[in-house]
């Protein structure tokens, strides 16, 4: 038969990396590298980019070590049936429990902005029933998807923050490499935060084989894109708000969005507009995550497959959320997570592909699993 | 199964009571507010609400309502704890989300702003690009006033700043940038003073309101604040006359700056020095004099940059006198002086530092006459 | 029976015959040759005899003998020695049937002598500049007309016969070294998996063979145009062509194919590209308007310009429906009108449709019913639906503009763009024949993107588009224009 595989080819790799990361981040990036880099929280982009790449490499050389084998279905074979599956049962948790907070605020977000009469219930459910159908289509759909909405998406937002530069003043970015690391409250390493998606790719690695050789030239490349998207936000943020003001805002982003203004187009507040645009990445972020974490449940339990997984975790994901809808909350949940998360998302590849390394295991060439 | 779950959840939302809809002729548009110091110490708000019949344009070209709109006013302990007793003097629910423009009455601007404007921030429909303007007449009055080329006063403003041709004396400064500049320690707000002219039956810009914090510390003339425009690289269009002894009363039309800011500190004094290359085009000698000689020209500038230099000088003195930093001047100390910026002791310097002040001023064109 | 065994005479087997096809008031029975010993057997509703007596003539007379030996050629058109059953069968499908004297064998001759319609312009795929012409019910005439655009050797025409009772002809037509020899297998298995009754249009075989039946976007493409299917050959793509129907089946698709006609290439690229845009915008514009204008009206007027708001609310307000109500009866009225005018006779339907639509537009705004706005939206949007070529996927984007609707007016913009995500997570689903139905946008093909949304002139076309995989990827050796030097 005429079908394709399942394998995402370089591009889909490429997209769906650049959303994931794009939808996750575009929220509250702003906050953590202007708390902690002052006025130069724009160099916090480049630099978080440099410490998650040992994190991306030791998810790389566990996949060429295990080519059929995702991260959860590796750690059951490196550490073992039991220990495997408990370690990956707390990984997942812990996703599962960094996604709930996100979707929180994603739904406070658009509560405050969009809907505010309508019940946070509906908005939650509404968002988590797209997200969780994109979920169970699986990692095709998933990716075909994100292929089809990043140009799109990449145009609105180069043309946002063209829109932007004019209120830009350059005096509130200077100096540069005026270094004072805050590593009190917020700050600190909060600025990882951004590429911390990337690490889901780690849960499709099997469908990545094909394109081993190809995965470091198209994560380089999402890094440029996500370098300069992030780096032109912030600037744009700080260049407007100054770097003390961003921290009264609950969304910098959204902020510096709503400042874009063009006289006489149909569309007044166009920032406001743009936005409405972005949440669609967030929902295929959304939509991704569900994917990767239900899958995950599904190889560690043994049951199913993660398209019921999917629908089990909809629910049980909505009514945290109903219930963690306060916005104070979540976000110092958010910005713990932003702080400490990059110990589990790239600390644990790291540990894995250090211990498959001493204990010399590795997977089956063939389609074993 | 699967199906029959989806077209349940798809019920539940066709049965739901879409919450936020409410149709924008069922809502009460507010097109400007008005922000007045009330008696023991209240703070009185006054809502411009259009009466979207009236606004029709007729096919037949009957005559319309020379008010097409209402005023609704309340008084309360803060801005928004009026809301309640406008909403009750209105038949449709308020929705602040077309505000052009909010006026301010300096008498409530001198007292802070801080707690007033507030809500202006907070609110999420209330558009941030919305214009502010200061008035030494009640704001309530402003709003209600007869205009003879708009029918709705708040509507002009917004015209007014849009257009590029305008921006001589007047610098829009919109909600977004107020809150951002009022609570900033290196930068200070400033809002245009406007002012109607019952004769005329039109709106006058008088001057610009700046701010010391949120405080209202003066205003300047028009003069000066063509000045600021020429320092900040804010003016599009100025204007510029010149009395001279050759060729009469020189005048330039489209005067542009690009200024350059240094800030040097030696130790105990900040020095700022200021450079602006200005330019413009002749448009006018009162003695008709044509074919200017390069020496003339050179002359012309050279006067003309003299001028400008004093008034420069003036206008920063003045600003500094108020303590009011609406060139943010402040920011670029940080920037240059960051080991040394303190937001404690940024006035006391900013009041007490030297000026020098630079200009080179080219004549562009000279029109269409030699 | 085996007429070889018995030998029964020629009488006998005409009343076999008789017997088997039922008697059918239709059938004729003609002696001929030159001593009248050989007899013509046919149904008259299917062959209009006068036409044939030259090809009787000519027949050689040898065969006409006793005792004759076969005919040295056998074809489908020619077959002899046919069984009572075989005979009566090809007699059903318009064959001529001969029984030869002495030698008691029954030959057929395929004449297809049934009525046949002249070629013309379908209508719902006129084009300004191309051939008139498109398919017409008569297998053949369809399978000549695209003999006469690819003049190849390796032009395969592959033919099954489905429907027990209509025993319908179905041709695949592809070229064997450019089509995917996989695709080719896939949909014969598919046709071949078809058990049924009978097959009246092309429609069924559509439905039939499709990846998913119960997906709104239709996975096949159909065409009446022979300058469509013999580009879609040239491309890899198979053709399937059936008898009766002037429609014809191209598989695989994709969306990206629903907003593509030949008019595209016979223009320049500069005209190609700029129709390819007008009718994406007018398609998007058909689709996401009215939800829009639900959304920024009742849900967000900030969005709207002051003056715009103004005059909305001004003439909304005269009207008693909320604006929801209004924006869906007119949405339903606009629906009703269609589907009258395609019923409606001629020229009298065009203007009627149109004189309804602006009569009855005007008399419900004075009467206060509706506001103009909002018939101003609805009626940009009832025009803009008609850019889209592709009638099927037309209809599936007005519906689905009704869900946009919805959605809109549940969740304002918020519903726009969660409805838009679900429908694009649909099609993103969606595989035709192993091809993406999002391809070239998703995934993404460089080259074949070339012809997606823009035409690039045909010397930066070197290639086929990679979506179908063909076989040979190089069209031509590339042709330089007078900018290249």
Redesign the interface.
């Known amino acids: 038969m005429n079908q394709e595989r399942t394998s995402i080819g370089p591009w889909l790799f490429w997209s769906l990396s650049t959303i994931t990361c794009f939808g996750f981040g575009y929220i509250n990036a702003n906050i953590y590298n202007a708390e902690t880099m002052g006025a130069n929280g724009y160099l916090a982009v480049p630099l978080a980019a440099l410490c998650s790449i040992p994190g991306l490499i030791a998810i790389y050389l566990l996949m060429k070590r295990f080519p059929n084998h995702n991260i959860i279905q590796q750690s059951i074979v490196i550490l073992g049936g039991f220990l495997g599956r408990l370690v990956s049962i707390i990984y997942l948790l812990f996703l599962l429990v960094f996604f709930i907070v996100y979707s929180t605020d994603v739904a406070i977000l658009i509560h405050n902005y969009l809907l505010e009469s309508t019940p946070f219930y509906i908005i939650c459910a509404a968002d988590l029933l797209i997200a969780a159908y994109l979920g169970s289509r699986g990692i095709e759909t998933v990716s075909r998807i994100a292929s089809f909405v990043i140009l799109p998406l990449a145009t609105v937002v180069f043309l946002l923050f063209i829109l932007i530069l004019p209120e830009v003043r350059v005096d509130r970015l200077l100096p540069i490499f005026n270094f004072q690391f805050n590593f009190e409250g917020v700050g600190g390493t909060s600025i990882l935060n951004i590429f911390y998606p990337m690490g889901l790719w780690a849960f499709i690695t099997p469908y990545c084989k094909n394109i081993q050789q190809k995965i470091p030239r198209m994560t380089m490349l999402a890094f440029s894109v996500l370098i300069s998207f992030f780096l032109l936000d912030n600037i744009g943020t700080i260049g407007i708000y100054g770097h003390t003001y961003i921290s009264q805002l609950p969304y910098p982003s959204i902020e510096t969005f709503r400042t874009v203004e063009i006289s006489y187009i149909f569309i007044e507040q166009a920032g406001l507009f743009g936005v409405i645009v972005l949440l669609a990445s967030t929902i295929i972020s959304s939509g991704f995550s569900l994917y990767a974490i239900s899958l995950g449940m599904s190889q560690v339990l043994g049951l199913w497959d993660y398209k019921r997984f999917v629908w089990i975790l909809t629910p049980l994901i909505f009514i945290t959320n109903i219930h963690l809808a306060h916005p104070g909350f979540i976000k110092s949940l958010s910005h713990l997570f932003a702080k400490h998360g990059w110990m589990v998302i790239w600390g644990y590849p790291i540990l894995l592909s250090i211990l498959a390394f001493i204990f010399k295991k590795k997977g089956k060439t063939t389609h074993g699993s | 199964m699967v199906h029959k779950l989806w077209l349940f959840?798809a019920l539940i939302?066709?049965l739901?009571g879409?919450?936020?809809?409410?149709?924008?002729?069922k809502?009460a548009?507010v097109?400007a507010m008005g922000l007045d110091q009330a008696a023991e110490g209240k703070i009185k708000v006054s809502l411009q609400i259009?009466i979207?019949?009236e606004?029709?344009i007729v096919p037949s070209g009957a005559a319309v309502s020379a008010k097409p709109f209402a005023l609704v006013s309340a008084e309360g302990s803060s801005a928004f704890a009026t809301v309640p007793g406008l909403n009750a003097k209105t038949q449709t629910s308020l929705?602040f989300?077309?505000i052009?423009t909010v006026f301010i009455n300096t008498e409530l601007a001198r007292k802070g702003l801080t707690g007033p404007t507030d809500f202006l921030r907070r609110h999420?429909?209330v558009?941030?690009?919305a214009f502010l303007l200061l008035t030494e007449r009640p704001a309530h009055e402003m709003l209600e006033v007869r205009l003879i080329s708009k029918r709705i006063p708040s509507?002009s403003t917004?015209t007014f700043f849009?257009s590029n041709n305008k921006k001589d004396q007047v610098f829009p400064q919109?909600i977004?940038e107020f809150n951002?500049n009022i609570?900033?320690?290196?930068q200070d707000a400033f809002i245009p003073l406007i002012e109607y002219d019952t004769k005329e039956e039109t709106f006058i810009i008088k001057g610009l309101g700046v701010f010391d914090g949120d405080r209202l510390a003066g205003i300047l003339s028009g003069e000066e604040t063509r000045m600021v425009g020429l320092l900040t690289g804010k003016t599009r269009n100025a204007y510029l006359s010149i009395p001279t002894e050759r060729f009469g009363r020189i005048t330039f039309r489209k005067v542009t700056a690009a200024p350059r800011t240094k800030i040097e500190h030696n130790g105990h004094q900040l020095l700022f020095r200021f450079h602006v290359n200005a330019q413009g085009f002749l448009v006018e000698s009162t003695r008709g004099i044509t074919r200017f000689t390069p020496e003339d020209l050179e002359w012309i500038q050279t006067k003309t940059a003299l001028y400008l230099n004093r008034e420069i000088k003036k206008a920063v003195q003045r600003l500094q006198a108020l303590n009011s930093d609406i060139l943010?001047l402040g920011?670029?100390y940080?920037?240059?002086y960051?080991r040394k910026w303190d937001p404690a002791n940024w006035k006391l310097l900013y009041s007490e530092a030297k000026i020098e002040v630079s200009v080179k001023f080219t004549v562009t064109r000279s029109g269409t006459m030699l | 029976m085996s007429i070889r065994s018995k030998k029964p005479t020629e009488l006998n087997i005409i009343q076999s015959l008789i017997h088997e096809a039922g008697n059918p008031a239709d059938l004729r029975i003609m002696p001929f040759g030159r001593d009248l010993s050989a007899y013509l057997i046919y149904l008259n509703s299917l062959i209009p005899f006068e036409k044939y007596h030259d090809l009787i003539d000519r027949l050689p007379q040898e065969w006409l003998g006793r005792n004759q030996p076969d005919p040295p050629l056998t074809h489908e058109t020619l077959q002899t020695n046919l069984s009572i059953t075989e005979a009566v069968e090809k007699m059903l499908a318009g064959h001529l049937l001969m029984i030869i004297p002495g030698a008691s064998r029954i030959a057929s001759l395929d004449v297809q002598g049934w009525l046949r319609r002249e070629p013309k312009e379908p209508q719902t795929e006129r084009l300004i500049r191309g051939p008139r012409e498109g398919f017409v019910e008569t297998l053949e005439d369809n399978i000549g007309m695209i003999r006469r655009w690819i003049q190849d050797p390796k032009l395969k025409i592959i033919e099954t016969v489905l429907g027990r009772r209509t025993k319908t002809r179905v041709v695949l037509m592809y070229l064997a070294d450019i089509a995917q020899p996989r695709l080719v297998t896939e949909v014969t298995r598919r046709l071949k998996a078809i058990k049924i009754d009978g097959i009246l249009e092309s429609g069924y075989i559509e439905q039939l063979i499709s990846d998913r039946r119960a997906s709104i976007f239709p996975l096949t493409q159909a065409t009446e145009r022979s300058d469509k299917a013999a580009s879609a050959i040239l491309e890899g793509r198979v053709v399937i062509l059936v008898d009766k129907s002037p429609s014809s089946i191209i598989v695989p698709t994709t969306i990206n194919e629903m907003y593509q006609t030949p008019e595209d290439y016979y223009f320049n690229f500069w005209i190609g590209s700029f129709l390819r845009l007008i009718r994406l915008l007018g398609n998007n514009l058909a689709v996401v308007l009215p939800g829009l204008y639900i959304a920024l009206a009742a849900y967000h007027p900030e969005l709207l310009p002051t003056q715009l708001a103004l005059s909305i609310a001004g003439t909304a307000s005269r009207v008693p429906l909320p604006l929801i109500a209004e924006v869906l009866l007119l949405e339903i009225m606009v629906e009703v009108f269609r589907e009258a005018g395609l019923r409606l006779p001629g020229a009298v339907g065009q203007t009627l449709g149109v004189v309804a639509g602006i009569v009855l537009g005007l008399s419900a705004v004075q009467a206060g019913f509706i506001s103009p706005a909002t018939l101003a939206v609805v009626s940009i949007t009832a025009i803009a639906s008609f850019t889209g070529p592709n009638y099927s996927v037309d209809i599936a984007w007005r519906l689905l503009k009704f869900i946009m609707l919805f959605a809109a007016a549940v969740l304002g913009l918020y519903g726009i763009i969660l409805s838009g995500l679900a429908i694009l997570i649909h099609a993103a689903d969606l595989n035709s024949f192993g091809v993406s139905y999002l391809a070239p946008w998703a995934p993404l093909q460089w080259r074949a993107l070339k012809d997606g949304p823009f035409r690039m002139p045909f010397w930066a076309r070197l290639y086929r588009p990679e979506t179908w995989r063909p076989q040979d990827t190089l069209r031509s050796g590339g042709t330089k224009g007078e900018d290249d030097d």
């Open positions: 959840l939302f066709c739901s879409c919450w936020d809809q409410e149709e924008v002729s809502r548009l097109l259009p979207v019949e606004l029709l929705f989300g077309q052009q999420p429909t558009p941030p690009q509507y917004v849009h919109r977004w951002r609570r900033s320690q290196t943010a920011e670029k940080r920037a240059h960051p």
